[in-house]
């Protein structure tokens, strides 16, 4: 029998705030010492009371609009009650019935060009639990993530591949830095993603019984989890087998998923509102002005690079991080040439910075200076080669190119005059050359343009000099 997946994925990124969720301890922990951004209210002190940032809930409703979700006016924070080491509380603080939005879309571009339209059931709120860390001596607990602002983006079970979930999943994350609603760094822990899968008989309308696989910390595990769930249910329906609903975990390291609870019930963790933060209450004028804060999303921004004269990779590559967007656009602004400001950027730029092992992050020349050196060579004021040679230095100090190619006399040498004076000098330099060339050798004008080409650096145009030497020659 032929089986088809059906996924569904939930993916928690943390909101980009300047503090956590409930307190005022910094949201900046990466890399910190473990347990310095902590306070009474993070590491659940009895008698303590948290107090909602109002960040927390603009930006995540911000994420949600991106999706295209409904934002309801009333909604609540609710405890979900359960005990771990790393939950000091006794309980996470989210949202049950009443999320802070539901019901949006997100849509993916598949390989063969279709497009496919992923549901969105809810984003919710929720803060985030403590790091524990198994030592051979023991193991150890650090607090700094605890309370930072979560929001959880459940999709319908709409995902029939792991390359569909995959480009959901990137799609997600491209959309959230866009907005800013998380920074969605993968590295820095701060998107996850649980994976449900089941398989269904192909033609069958009704879903099987899912697996879920938590806390996945990268675009790859995940994709790996999957094929694996995939294969694992696959081989045991085969074998006459049965799935079992459950809690599975994934082990990076020999690459399965291992079972590790019976899935629990909601009212197993006794769900009810959280008695200390007051209801969400988010009025039309709140959701008016954030809708406004949304800028283009990628897919616009691709076929608008597109009708600009991008190609469809190099729009992609662009529109696919939001920084080497608002580069690109102003750089383009500046240059006026948009075409060739994507070939700078995409092949000099980026390809200089792969050079010496760096990404665009570590990129120190400003888009206005890219902008000014596109429009140098595009207003003939300068050559292409000469904006190569000169590229590096231009980087390096992030120099305005037009100033530089001013005191370094790098113009392209339009004064014709000027130009038949060196040819005529060079002509007379060169006698052999000059008798090679009239001897019939037809090839050797190339040496005297390169001779010219020498002098000059590069700041005579090869065609008007190769046209003037065979007028003086002829
Ligand atoms: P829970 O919160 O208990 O994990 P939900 O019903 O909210 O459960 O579903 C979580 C995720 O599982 C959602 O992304 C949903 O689309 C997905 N899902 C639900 N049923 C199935 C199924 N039969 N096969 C695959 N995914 C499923
Ligand atoms: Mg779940
Ligand atoms: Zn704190």
């Not at 269904?200 to 309308?205: A, E, F, M, T, V």
């Not at 000099?348 to 910075?353: A, D, N, P, R, S």
């Amino acid at each position: 029998m032929e089986y088809e997946p059906v996924i569904g994925l939930e993916v928690h990124c943390r909101i980009s705030t300047k503090t956590k969720m409930f307190c005022r301890c910094s949201n900046d922990i990466f890399g910190a010492k473990p347990n310095t951004h902590i306070c009474p209210i993070c590491t659940g002190f009895p008698g303590m009371l948290p107090l909602m940032n109002e960040e927390v809930v603009k930006k995540g409703i911000l994420g949600a609009l991106a999706l295209g979700c409904e934002v309801p006016a009333f909604s609540k924070m609710d405890r979900k009650s359960y005990f771990y080491p790393d939950l000091p509380k006794g309980f996470q603080i989210s949202q049950y019935d009443l999320p802070v939005s539901e019901k949006g879309k997100l849509t993916i571009t598949l390989s063969d060009g279709t497009s496919k339209e992923i549901g969105i059931t809810r984003l919710h709120l929720e803060d985030d639990a403590g790091k524990l860390t198994h030592t051979a001596g023991g193991t150890l607990v650090d607090f700094n993530r605890s309370g930072t602002p979560l929001m959880e983006i459940v999709s319908e079970p709409d995902i029939r591949s792991t390359e569909e979930a995959s480009l959901y999943a990137r799609q997600l994350q491209k959309i959230m830095r866009y907005v800013g609603a998380s920074d969605a760094d993968m590295e820095k822990g701060m998107m996850r993603f649980d994976i449900n899968v089941s398989l269904r008989p192909k033609g069958q309308k009704e879903f099987g019984i899912r697996s879920e696989t938590k806390n996945l910390n990268s675009f790859r595990s995940m994709e790996k989890a999957l094929d694996y769930e995939i294969k694992r249910q696959t081989e045991l329906l085969e074998s006459g087998g049965k799935v079992v609903q459950e809690t599975r975990g994934w082990d990076d390291d020999k690459e399965i998923t291992v079972s590790q609870r019976s899935k629990e019930e909601a009212a197993e963790y006794r769900y009810f509102p959280e008695p200390d933060i007051p209801p969400i209450v988010v009025t039309r004028e709140m959701v008016e002005e954030l809708k406004k804060q949304i800028p283009e999303l990628p897919d616009a921004k691709v076929a608008k690079y597109k009708e600009m004269g991008l190609s469809d990779d190099d729009a992609k590559i662009i529109a696919g991080d939001v920084k080497l967007v608002k580069f690109f656009e102003k750089a383009a602004e500046v240059s006026g040439s948009p075409k060739k400001t994507s070939n700078w950027l995409l092949s000099e730029l980026l390809g200089h910075l792969k050079a010496s092992k760096m990404t665009f992050y570590d990129n120190k020349l400003s888009a206005e200076n890219l902008g000014k050196l596109v429009k140098l060579i595009d207003d003939g004021v300068i050559s292409g080669k000469i904006a190569k040679d000169i590229f590096e230095e231009v980087y390096s100090g992030d120099l305005d190119p037009e100033k530089y190619v001013e005191e370094k006399g790098l113009k392209v040498i339009e004064d014709t005059e000027e130009l038949e004076r060196i040819c005529q000098e060079t002509i007379d330099k060169n006698p052999n050359i000059v008798a090679d060339f009239k001897g019939g050798k037809e090839k050797a004008i190339g040496g005297l343009v390169g001779k010219i080409m020498g002098t000059t650096r590069g700041t005579a145009n090869p065609k008007s000099v190769n046209e003037i030497l065979r007028k003086l020659l002829a």
